[in-house]
């Protein structure tokens, strides 16, 4: 690991101006992705800026019904909320399948959010990478890419997203708040808040340089069955080869995200009005275009025979 400064901010305009005054700094909070990325040497601040002192750990009712989480929440604490259980246990049931119980009690909402992929070739500096060193290649294009993007990739980068908390925030349609370096305010929703990776893969998010993350909000509840079912090589600790996020109201309609499959949380509103039809017809939309390998070419019928199991429990269960 490469030698850093650090400091402490006590206020969101604070920790905007630190990172306005100090070029490539990072935040951190958790640390639990940024600290691995700079003991590999993906990651080389040459300054950390702590935010743990903001404030941003409370979860909040809002005047439209819904909910505001704090960027500092942690994972443990989110997935417990009785609100959250209650009203948006499709999110509940998504932190709790990721990580460890070790890595939910330090890992923040936001930072949850920004972790970067789990791709092999993306942590082994010796191999090519795109994301990693725009320009270099992508070894996963012709090496192992069982796991990888079988959507929105691109011959610059086929990695996926590995958060399991990111594809619930997306169903839910959750917004992103934000302050910038000049310490302006802006919302993000969920939909545009993730780039597909096109040329430029080391660009993951649509936010501006330096600018913090202080919420996401939640609107108001959306009635139906919530389900989160993940697919992965073992029952815990291993990120998803698929997972299918979905609401199914009783009506037969609902919402659907998936993981697994994207450089993002992979949402296509446009499939949903196809879900009273089965899980064929939603599947064929939600993956249309799809562009497989021979390794990960299974992920299409995983995709669908998850999304039918789900379609069916859905009918049995209460919301």
């Not at 005047?63 to 609100?83: C, I, Q, S």
């Not at 302006?184 to 993730?194: E, G, H, L, N, S």
């Amino acid at each position: 690991m490469k030698s850093f400064t650090y400091e402490r901010a006590r206020t969101p305009a604070e920790a905007a101006q630190a990172m306005k005054r100090t070029p490539g700094a990072k935040f951190i909070a958790g640390g639990t992705n940024l600290l691995d990325l700079m003991k590999l040497q993906i990651e080389t601040p040459g300054h950390l800026i702590d935010v743990n002192g903001l404030g941003l750990d409370k979860i909040e009712a809002t005047d439209e019904g819904g909910l505001r989480v704090g960027a500092l929440v942690r994972n443990t604490d989110l997935a417990a909320d009785r609100r959250v259980r209650r009203e948006y246990a499709l999110l509940s049931r998504a932190l709790l399948a990721g990580a460890s119980g070790q890595l939910r009690n330090k890992a923040t909402t936001a930072g949850n959010l920004l972790q970067r992929t789990r791709c092999p070739y993306f942590y082994d500096t010796n191999q090519q990478c795109n994301k990693r060193q725009p320009g270099s290649g992508c070894g996963a294009l012709t090496g192992f890419n069982r796991q990888h993007a079988i959507v929105g990739a691109s011959d610059m980068c086929i990695a996926t997203h590995p958060s399991d908390m990111a594809v619930a925030m997306r169903a839910l349609d959750a917004t992103v708040e934000t302050v910038r370096t000049n310490g302006a305010a802006r919302t993000i929703p969920i939909a545009d808040f993730y780039r597909l990776p096109g040329s430029t893969p080391h660009l993951e998010t649509n936010l501006e340089p330096g600018e913090l993350i202080t919420a996401l909000t939640l609107p108001r509840p959306a009635g139906g069955t919530h389900v989160y079912h993940k697919v992965r090589d073992r029952s815990s600790y291993a990120f998803a080869l698929v997972s299918v996020a979905a609401i199914v109201r009783p009506d037969g309609s609902g919402r659907v995200a998936l993981g697994g499959v994207a450089h993002m949380p992979w949402r296509v509103e446009a499939a949903e009005p196809e879900m009273a039809r089965g899980a064929a017809a939603v599947t064929a939309r939600l993956l249309e275009g799809a562009r497989t390998t021979p390794q990960n070419a299974f992920k299409l019928p995983l995709v669908e025979r998850t999304l039918a199991a789900i379609l069916a429990d859905a009918r049995t269960t209460k919301p």
